[in-house]
């Protein structure tokens, strides 16, 4: 289904990043949520670039929901939101159109589109896209929030610098939600800021790793072969530009532990059944067992950089050198955490819909 | 659409541990790919545990064809395989029903089924039930090599011992496809299976990182969002149990690297474009660029260990101490490469005939 | 997804006529549906062909529920059913192989699937598939009517006898299910078998209408674009061989019919409301009324005739003359109507699943 | 995927009857398609209310594409079509809310979404969202024209009056895209037109049937089981309001004949192999056989009438008397038939790209 996403719940995503809109159409939502305006602008803030360790372009990011609310609630039908592109500058690719940037979409566009993309600005293959999913996340956010089930992401690591791991993770979330670069120890915060605005001085860009927890996810969600859970939360996430890598848990440290070391046990607490350690990120078998998800994601460093770089002239088909200009990220994971959380909350709104009917989000 | 996986070409997967056949069918196949059974033998044969390093049960795999073939080629219809399960001891599980096995599916599955699932030797989240895929993914990798696309897979890791990184990957996929443990240095090969063996000696097991190759993908091939070439292969991959993280190049340890260190420059060889590195794994904007595509997948240590372990009483919800009996592997990254690769060529036929229709893998 | 349809309950359908099997999976099935086999047993007699009315191949129909069963109930994993192909004379075929039988699925066939198909007794198009569609569609009806929800196909109409309508339909309903000739006035069933004995005599074969009633589906079923309820169940009915025609309520009548004639006015009676006539057949939107859900299906005469017929040689790409020996039926709509309460309970198990979750079907 | 259609080619309708837009977003079409704007606009003209026969709102249908379009010619990613709402009078529809109109889905729509629907002038039920479709199948009836596959649509009857049955079908196409009223008998034309004009003067509604033919669909599209072409066309076609029958050739009739009737002979002419008659609407097994595509649509008359019909209050659950005022249509088959047109088209572009591959519909 490409630029679709989800079954019982299910997001389109459409728009270029110099075309007149960008915007995205959520289906399958139950009627009655609540649209809360201010929340949607917020996260919308929270993707959009901020100081000097953001220096990409500035949009004012304004949304009109034109479909799927009627008197400030869903209908229940398609909910289509659009995004104005407003500070465009397309001169600026038009010299470098047969230039393929490396690390990005440039060259497999021109491939797979037979050079009819629309190149100016990365196109539909732009960052710029996920202000769409962001809002969409949004509500969808809001709604999951009053099931008690909630979302929150912070930079594992930039570089060498480490946060500290997630502790009292539902502490740990609302401290996520709260700030603006999402780091659960301040003084890691402020090594990752020197970090990124190093990469900056250099012309050159960092990336790192985001983890994510989601808690309240009740368990018997998921399938056993292909619709896993964390089958489709990876289907998702992996189209956040610059994810190249998903793990439940921290798997890729994890695996040279031995079973009895990586097993989670299980005991009761309070009548529930509840493991001892969460090395398998509260998924087993495909399917969560009610203790908090944990994912991360690899984000390669931004691939825009001011430094030269060896490219091809895709047009003549011969090598060049290529010197971006313009407005380029440094860095892009505290700008991406909050297209993680959007990603993570529609995936999961998909998958509850199916498990318990189409109304559930909005029952009370 | 659960255990269904794929839109132009989809495979469905079915069975049970102790039921008996296990299954798949195969659908939207082109007409005329040539049946040769004796390769899919061969694969299942190379899933199948052997000798000291796997001691799980042993079942010969007849497998047989009752649809979607005459007289040797695919007719284009569904095509069905069968495989029965024979060498079944039901009676192990019968007294440990109701404790959950730690690391196991057995309290998500009692959780999502209500108790009606069939509990012996796990039932549908068996490694068992990954023979029908190993068997159907044959069938599609015979047809890609007919293509000039070829897969392969290594142990890249097992405990703290590393393979050799991949070299030249055409010899080196030949080199893997030919042996029965997949390592590609040969000393290591030998440390790994120590690792392995003092595990079982333990009582215990070990986990590590399978790395696969696939070499002849055109340019082209994915999706911008969504159905991008990494989120539809991780989509699947996370369906082989104990993968609990996939990531394209070496990301995770990537992502470290900056920008102009982590960047694939492009270059002309030959009037094709190629790409100086291939940190990327072959992928751009989620769409193929011609490179090889790299993946590699953290496998955890099997859940299943003789050590004592704690757990609950799922039935009286009781804390309650687990004694596993009966034949379990110490590891299963050597019997699981097979069914990556089965995994990646279901994947990539399924994208392959979108892009270029349903004829096409069988095409001259 | 070709063969395989529905998304939170799917069935996937498999085999060809002379295979060693047919076979369907049932895929999202709610754990705990009890497995009555008798009654699956039952669905599949109404199917067999008998007396000489039907002269086709007999079978006894042996099926054997491979998956997804424990301990006589639903797991909740995908449930597969296979039934042997025993009687089967395969050298009646391959004379006749390149002239293509009007009205049948030679020609196409031969051209989708580039003569690879095989054309053994009509292979995957044979009729004889849909004995694996009856076997689903009564675990499913079996289940609905626990939900009291309930199925009946009356003949409506063959050549030009009609059935009485509709009358009391929970009588009518139980009446049809209860007796093999599925024609709700005796006097008409008598006349219909004479024309279908008549056509038999000439070589010939009759068509007609089959018309469905469905009661106990609640308001509130089907999508307003798309998967409208209309849509979804024509989608499927058109899968049964011989079906050409699919109507709501008598739509191909009734449009003559003004607006204040055919608009079904609504009232309340017990504190529901109803509608005073059925025009719409149950649906207003493409979503359920809660009236009774009234469609009919147009079958066509039986394409095997063994009157001589003009046809072309597929290979010699020549004009040709066909006379059909075998076993044909000379009408089939006596066997189809379980085929279409399958199909009909198949789709509407899929629907209900979504809107009212994946363990709706299996509820107290 | 309720309001998305299409799996290689998909369309997604969004909007409401009174919101600012409605919409559609096309994924999966080739990249390079040219975009004809006039022919957009004149399809939308088709569609629109003029004259004594059609009363309803007046809409200038300015549309706008917002994605997926550059210089003129499809990208290849999703194309988002905005037409906006701008004769809106939402105060008609407030004050007889609670009144279900019969024929309508203001009472389903209330139930399945409780309440929470947008319940102004139809909502997302409303034919207005067809332009959205319109407009999205002129872009795809322009492509296929490329391709020599034309579609064209007839009012085959209004209320007793019948109009001359397809001849040449290649002209007939070709007039009925010239005119405005697709009527190929002229003075059929305007008895049908006497026809509407006399249930306006008595404030009620006439219906019809219409019919559709293709020329140049290549033989081989479609799918044995489930996705028939049949059963895929007629899926989209319900969607189309009013629409409660299909039936491919003139199947409610033709059922009556003897099968050595209704067969369809085959023979050679010009190397081709063509059938004598076309009784199956050129598809045999659910697959095109080269032949005309020909189906028919029931179109129920108009729900909206002027006449006093009894009705429920949905909020007091009491019974009601309903006098509708406003706009309404006395008829809707001359408006609605190009809706069919690109409701074809769109299915047959999605299944095409599924035989050819994404680009086939672009190549030369």
């Known amino acids: 289904m490409k630029n679709t996403f989800g079954n019982s719940v299910s997001v389109t995503l459409f728009g270029e990043s110099h075309g007149p809109y960008i915007g995205a159409v959520l289906d399958g939502l139950a009627p009655g949520i609540v649209i809360d305006e201010a929340f949607i602008a917020a996260q919308l803030m929270k993707r959009r670039p901020a100081g000097k360790i953001s220096t990409a372009r500035q949009e004012d990011d304004e949304f009109q929901i034109v479909s799927g609310v009627f008197e400030g609630k869903t209908t229940g039908t398609p909910l289509t939101i659009l995004i104005p592109n407003k500070n465009i500058k397309s001169k600026d690719y038009a010299a470098t159109r047969a230039l393929a940037r490396p690390g990005h979409a440039d060259f497999t566009a021109n491939v797979k589109y037979h050079g009819f993309e629309d190149y100016r600005g990365g196109g539909h293959f732009s960052g710029r896209i996920t202000a769409a999913l962001v809002a969409a996340g949004a509500i969808v956010l809001s709604a999951l929030e009053k099931k008690r ?216």
């Not at 998924?283 to 691939?303: E, H, Q």
């Open 149 to 364: 089930i909630t979302v929150g992401t912070h930079i594992r690591s930039i570089a060498d610098v480490n946060d500290r791991e997630f502790d009292n993770i539902a502490e740990d979330i609302a401290k996520l939600n709260a700030i603006d670069f999402a780091v659960l120890n301040d003084e890691k915060a402020a090594l990752m800021k020197d970090e990124i605005e190093k990469a900056a001085e250099d012309g050159d860009s960092v990336g790192g790793v985001l983890e994510t927890a989601i808690l309240g996810v009740p368990a018997g969600v998921g399938e056993p072969w292909f619709d896993t859970l964390e089958g489709v939360l990876s289907h998702a996430l992996f189209s956040i530009p610059a994810v190249k890598g998903v793990q439940f848990g921290h798997a890729f440290d994890d695996v040279k532990k031995r079973g009895s070391q990586y097993n989670d046990s299980f005991y009761i607490s309070d009548k529930e059944i509840k493991t001892a350690t969460n090395h398998n990120g509260g998924i087993n078998g495909g399917i969560s067992n009610g203790m908090p998800i944990v994912f991360s994601c690899a984000v390669k460093p931004t691939p825009s950089i001011y430094k030269e770089q060896n490219t091809v002239d895709m047009m003549e088909k011969k090598d060049a050198v290529l010197s971006l200009k313009g407005r380029h990220d440094p860095c892009i994971l505290h700008r991406a955490r909050v297209v993680v959380d959007s990603v993570a909350s529609l995936t999961l709104a998909d998958l509850l819909a199916l498990r318990y009917g189409t109304d559930w989000l909005a029952e009370n």
